[in-house]
């Protein structure tokens, strides 16, 4: 950490996402800001922040996209410059309109669910290879053996990277995507060295195109302009940044929960067609990502007064747990019917990769199922969460049977 | 006879999925995996219950479900 973070005494008019106590276990923080006289929490870290916990409340400020800008959607001590709106530095997600519709729009194609079927069967796969390289083993590390994994094979094989570089190149992107807390020198160095992985890569894309998202990429056009060398750069490296460790946090959330809860294992096992209904349940009840917005104006918004430049965040995990939005919310319901859950996010900025996802949640969680069918958690104090903005298992120890 | 019909929002569809997921024959992504009601979005016998659970489960609220003569 380089940043010091006194622990919190006063969640209500103090509140830091990256406490340990938040990473641990946010549920009870949420429920308890939610049931307050003031649902919608402030602090005066990071230059002045807001914190809403009711479903009503995020849902409303992600729509309001004039009120609260995607300028920076990381919220840091450090605000961009204001003159980076309305492109922001990683189109479309710090993106806001008019600019975000045609960033966005030229990214759909690739990850729509056409599009995405055709990867199913090289996932399926991809995760019978890891599950073989596990087997005989007793204890297993779900984290880092098996959920890290898949979301980088996928999106590699989407960029049409060399498979051979596998390793070094989940070894740059992990290290940028941990790398988050680190001294500003150390970061930069992991970012460099996967910039330079990219150059090489898109480089030898210019000269000799194929059918795969680098060429796609670099054949987009958006207003008949090409997005140039420099937008296909940032394009990947926001791919990589805002589809891998999310995806692995809900890999490892999900088996977490299995693992922790044999009943619902047992379900799974015995209801394999339940599956799909289960992941949306698992999407909502451990959504691994929280947004965050920049004040574009004084507003009053529910009682709150929010200045200008003021963070608010916007936490889908606590909105799914709200008991107002949906009945039984803090209870995980492995077969839940009606769930308008927005792990993915609500309004103009729906994850686009969100149909990849789901496709790589799914057919992890089969092929775990049809392999380890008794896996039991090997240690329950062995588990760590990621804190901040995305909340995975980074150490799931599960004994596989 | 009363029977269903489903109809989408256009401008508050942003494309979460879940309904040609839960009713693929009542609904179907285009290229950007935005929904569109197949034919002419009445519910044919037997695809209540997906059609309402469609409606339940869109993150948008873009789906509606009315009787129609
Ligand atoms: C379970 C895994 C994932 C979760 C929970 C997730 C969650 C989210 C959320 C909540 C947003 C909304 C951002 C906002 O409102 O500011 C978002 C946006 C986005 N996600 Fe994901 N995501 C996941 C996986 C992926 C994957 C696999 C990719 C692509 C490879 C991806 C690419 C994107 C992009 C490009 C955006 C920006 C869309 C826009 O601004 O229009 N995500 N994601
Ligand atoms: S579930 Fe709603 S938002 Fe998603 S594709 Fe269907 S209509 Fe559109």
Known sequence: MTTDHPPVEDWAVDFDHTDERYAANPFPIWDEIRSSACPIARTERYGGAWLPTRHADVSAIAYDTDHFSSRSILMSAVRPPLEAAPMGIAPPISSDPPFHGGARRVLLPAFSPQAVGKLEASTRAYCDELIDAMRGREVVDAATDYAQNIPVRVIATMLGFPLGDDDRFREFVVEVIEGVDLPPEARMDSMGALYEYLRVQIEDHTAHPRDDLTSFLLNAEIDGEQLGFEHVGRTIALLLLAGIDTTWSAIGASLFHLASTPGDRERLVAEPELVPTAVEELLRAYAPVTMARLVTEDIDFNGCPMKAEDWVLLPFPAANRDPEFLADADEVVIDREVNRHSAFGLGIHRCAGSHLARMELRVALEAWLDAFPTFTLADAHGVRWSGGQVRGPRRLPIAIG | ?69
């Open chain 2, 1 to 69: 006879m009363i029977s269903l019909r489903v109809k989408i929002d256009e401008a508050s569809c942003e494309g979460h999925g879940r309904c040609y997921a839960l009713a693929p024959a009542l609904f179907e992504p285009d290229e950007i995996g935005n929904a569109s009601v197949l034919g002419d979005g009445i519910v044919p016998a037997g695809e209540e219950d997906r059609a309402r659970r469609a409606v339940a489960n869109c993150p948008e609220h873009a789906i509606t479900i009315d009787a129609s003569t």
